[in-house]
């Protein structure tokens, strides 16, 4: 929405600066995009006085003037025409830009004669294309600004243009006027009243209206106009052609012009119809047919759809109502009769109307998001009196069909409600003020939002209006009050503890967080079990997030392809978010999942570059479940999941229950997603890991022996396929008090070790620390423990310890 400042004093009487007035507009909400003010490139330029001009003594077109100016005399090298003693002339002194020529000026010389400045001409200083002689001015000091000089003589030249971005709500500030009354109510100024002639028609009009009963009730409720006779159409006058250019609309003729001038200055699209083009002496609002072909002002022709609204004659359709007037029933300079129209259309049926056909017109901009209902005859006869004042002639009676629809709604205003929602202590006497001059209308504690406020819709709309208008740049910060004294509790739950736990330590392990979305396609969610119509999205954005995901690895699998696809292919992924189990609420579980694709180590010429493995995604799932606070001593199981690799991958628990579950992801499930070479993958049921069985602030007192620790050897033979966590477990089990840890430090199998163990044999060789607690152990006590930790290995592998 584009204005210029004299158009708003229009309609506000105020003192205001331009500043001011800059910064009210974006608090109240009207925010100020643009401001042109053609005074600001003028603003270094001062008024002189030409005492003496001279011929130059080698050049017969140039004068060598001797000019007073604020800084005393200065000489001055022209070649005006008009350059005369006694003139004053606007100074352009050196330094100054001057934008008409695009130069900054220094001291120079002109064939010799050195040069302080330069006269301006009005071209060079873009106030008009006159060039033949620098400018004249009738009045004026030496010293004074130019600037202040054009607002006193020419106010015209120095309008600033001001664009304000409008939100959708606010539709009545479309026009010039619901700019003014914001304005107004902030208290910048007195909106002035806006006198509505009585306009009397001299004879009936030739040219009736109707409204197809089935628009009546939604689509055109009121339809209104009158012919104007004796009309003479021509150029418009020079003020309303400087504001319609200045807001970057072209003048056409006094008619068209007028009702441009209304569509902005009061937020009244109109429409002038020539008479001598209507046919039948009928114009009727009918929803068409569908098919008919019609030539808009703007030069194309559209082919209308069956159900939108038309303005039609006997001959056929004249307007797209609401959007644009036809070619055939403009209006030229041989107009002498004319049928100007007001009417109210339904907002949605214009905006899909506008859509459908991709007409983009200042009419249909404010139509579809809502004019004001009662302003329908009032328009009218404001814009039929301009008429007959610029254009002259002879109005006729009106001629309407259908009534303005009735808004009226009132809403209760609580004082003491809008000073706790809004934060500032606004007394109930500036509350009913500030509504009062928005248009509303109080009636005790029940305030009617004004017809052309369609937004107002409840209370809470009262407490927005009263808290823009008395500014929310006065809000002052103030610390909340504690619910209860003392030491605040913790805000966080115990699982938005573990989750930022978990965050923290896989992004410590090097992996880079996503985010990515809870829906994923059919496909991808069928292979990882999910994929059902109970988590079928109803109305998905598109066909690729049709269902709730169920687990967190198709985002990363996704978000690995497309990194691959640009060249990234050593990728450590994770994701910290819900899955879903099922499509009632509640029914979702946190997940802590990681991906590795690629290599563990970037080249180098140690050799340290190597592929990802299984036991990568085991340090760092273990890594996690320890942040958790999991217990140590775990068991891990090949019960997964169709996704992972059903001989590389494990699940981590503790009986039945599942707490994480690692591992290659499956050859199949990586052709499906797209992701080249094999992929390791974690996923960490948050919510799974056992809670702390007693619960303090603080962290358990540190353990540490002064004892000596005894360390342990044992190499086993066991067959093949025996699992090293089953020997691990045995060996920890032999003295749960005395053993401390028990690791693998090797394991012999292949060719070698069969062809010395046996056939199907390993090796697997273990270190067991045992640290005493209460004394230093003797020889027989660790043979002792030996002698158990073999035991129980035997009997729980098979095998037998390695001689």
Known sequence: MKFTLSWLKDHLETTASLDEILYALTDLGLEVEEVVNPVAKLAPFTIAKVLEATQHPDADRLRVCRVMTDEGEKQIVCGAPNARAGITVVLCKPGDYVPGIDVTLGVGKIRGVESHGMMAS???????????????????????????????????????????????????????????????ARGLGVLKPLAVPSIKGGFASPVSVQIEADLKAKGCPHFAGRT??????????????????????????????ITNYFTFGLNRPLHVFDVAKVQGGALRVHAVAGGEAFLALDGK???????????????????????????????TEDTTEVFLESAFWD????????????????????????????????????????????????????????????????????????????????????????????????????????????????EADLVEEVARVASLTKLEGKPLRRMVPGVPRPILTPLQVRERTARRTIAALGYNECVTYSFIDEAAAKLFGGGTDAVRVDNPISSEMSHLRPDLLPGLLRAAARNQARGFMDLALAEIGPAFHGGEPGEQHLQAAGL?????????????????????????????????????????????AAWFHPGRSGAIGLGPNVMASFGEVHPKVLAEMGVKGPAMAFTVLVANVPYPKVKTPTRPALAISDLQAVDRDFAFVVDKGVEVLTAVNAAQGADKALIESVRVFDQFTGEKAEAQMGAGKKSIALTVRLQPVDKTLTEAEIEAVSAKIIEKVAKATGGALRG
Request: charged residues 25%; aromatic residues 4%; hydrophobic residues 40%.
């Open 228 to 257: 104007i006779r004796g009309v003479k159409n021509g150029p418009s006058p020079d003020w309303l052609q400087a504001r319609l250019k200045a807001i970057g609309l072209r003048p056409i003729s006094a008619l068209v012009d």
């Open 301 to 331: 022709t559209y082919t209308l759809r069956p159900g939108m609204m038309a303005i039609s004659d006997a001959a056929g359709v004249e307007s797209l109502a609401g959007i644009m007037g036809g070619e055939h029933s403009g209006c």
């Open 122 to 184: 009005e071209r060079e200083l873009e106030l008009s294309d006159e060039h033949n002689g620098i400018i004249e001015l009738a009045s004026g000091e030496v010293g004074q600004k130019f600037t202040d000089w054009l607002a006193a003589n020419r106010p015209a030249v120095c309008d600033p243009v001001i664009e304000v971005k409008i939100t959708p709500n606010r539709p009545d500030a479309l026009g010039v006027r619901g700019i003014a009354r914001d304005l107004a």
């Open 347 to 458: 907002p949605i049926t214009i905006a899909a109307t506008g859509r459908a056909l991709k007409i983009n017109s200042d009419a249909r901009y404010r139509f579809e998001r809502g004019v004001d209902p009662a302003f329908t005859l009032p328009g009218l006869d404001l814009a039929t009196q301009m008429i007959l004042d610029l254009c002259g002639g002879e109005a006729s009676d009106l001629a309407v069909d259908g009534a303005a629809p009735d808004t009226s709604r009132a809403y209760k205003l609580n004082p003491a409600r809008v000073i706790s929602l809004v934060g500032m202590d606004i007394s109930e006497a500036e509350q009913r003020q500030t509504l009062t001059a928005l248009g509303f209308t109080l009636n005790g504690n029940m305030a009617t939002p004004p017809s052309w406020r369609p937004d107002v819709l409840g």
């Open 596 to 640: 590795l694709v690629g290599a563990s180590a970037a080249r180098d010429p140690h050799g340290s570059r190597r592929p990802v493995d299984v036991f990568d995604v085991k340090a760092d799932v273990e890594a996690v479940l320890a942040a958790l606070g999991a217990p140590a001593r775990v068991q891990i199981s090949r019960k997964l």
